[in-house]
């Protein structure tokens, strides 16, 4: 089994760098700062997220990603509240009666980091970057953020874990590559719909894996819009259905479906339908006004032999300096 593994690592690596080069995510939609810079600040506490995802679980030397993502508004200056009716649970949105006042959103400023590690046997990818996004409003309810960010991107195989028949093989050398790497976004939004736009990797690095190689691949652009729309369908009860668009060139987009419903602001459950017929199942908690959890379970490809229990997704969540004592999040729920 690990002989085989060694050998579709191997076979792999122009795939590395055609194929999707971003980890993918099935809970994208509790944290869409993965995917676009000008999130970073939307909250009024800073908006922290662990997360780990395995494919293939149960293989050696099988998929994982690692993340840590963070980020916080500076200057937000915004006035106005709850009305006090025995719960100071905040306002899920517009459409609920938990008695949300009206409030004067002024222009701030938002900061962000993320660091993300991928891992697919021998190969590695970290990703690191720092993030600047301003929010300003439209209308009474409207608002628009633009973001940016920036830092590096590493590949690294390390040869000591593959295993080849000629010692003397060219590929039988570690390589470690550095390259700056740079995103921008556009956020709309308000307390019941978002919209947003990304792109990154706009640097279009070169890559080269044996510099006796001439010809270099790329890393390549990716775009992503997202949407959302949130429904008050009764007391308590919010149906969320949201969608992803992902285009890389030169390969053909994608697209996701996404469907969550959320009771009491507090536990939710749902599904994702992504375009090469592979289904996401949601489920998420909110513990307390610091700590919620959520968790993705997918079939991804079908496991070698039989062997490898799908995909499983997990994020921790913290909200730190939460001095309204939030407990979900007003713009990113």
């Not at 509790?30 to 000008?38: M, S």
């Not at 295993?163 to 939004?189: C, E, H, I, Q, R």
Request: hydrophobic share 40%.
């Amino acid at each position: 089994m690990k002989q085989l593994l060694l050998f579709i690592s191997v076979a792999f690596v122009p795939f590395l760098v055609l194929g999707q080069q971003k980890p993918q995510y099935s809970q994208y939609t509790i944290n869409n700062y993965l995917l676009n810079p000008a999130i970073a600040g939307i909250e009024k506490y800073a908006d922290v997220k662990l997360g780990s995802r395995s494919q293939m679980s149960g293989i050696e030397g099988a998929p994982t990603t690692y993340y840590v993502s963070a980020h916080a508004p500076l200057g937000n200056t915004s006035r106005g509240g709850m009305k006090r009716s025995g719960k100071s649970m905040p306002s899920f949105g517009a459409g609920n009666n938990s008695g949300r006042i009206s409030e004067q959103f002024r222009p701030h400023h938002g900061i962000g980091i993320l660091a993300v590690h991928d891992r697919y046997g021998a190969f590695a990818r970290t990703e690191a970057s720092l993030a600047y996004a301003y929010h300003i409003g439209l209308s009474r309810n409207v608002r628009l953020s633009g973001g940016v960010s920036a830092g590096l991107i590493q590949q690294k195989l390390r040869s000591y874990e593959l295993t080849f028949a000629n010692k003397a093989d060219a590929a039988n050398s570690d390589w470690n590559m550095v390259k700056p790497n740079l995103s921008v976004g556009l956020w709309l939004y308000s307390d019941n719909f978002y919209i947003g736009s990304s792109a990154a990797q706009l640097l279009a690095n070169s890559i080269n894996f044996d510099n006796s190689v001439e010809e270099r691949s790329l890393l390549y652009e990716h775009y992503f819009l997202t949407g959302a729309y949130r429904f008050n369908v009764v007391d308590r009860v919010d149906l969320i259905p949201s969608m992803m668009v992902m285009w890389q060139q030169p390969l053909p987009g994608s697209v996701d479906f996404s469907l969550r419903a959320v009771y009491d602001n507090r536990v939710w459950i749902g599904g994702t339908y992504r375009q090469t017929s592979k289904f996401a199942v949601l489920a998420g908690v909110t513990i307390s006004e610091v700590f919620d959890l959520g968790y993705a379970y997918d079939q991804g490809v079908p496991a070698i032999n039989g062997m490898g229990s799908g995909n499983h997704e997990v994020v921790l969540g913290m909200r730190i300096f939460n001095k309204a004592g939030v407990l979900c999040p007003q713009n990113l729920w």
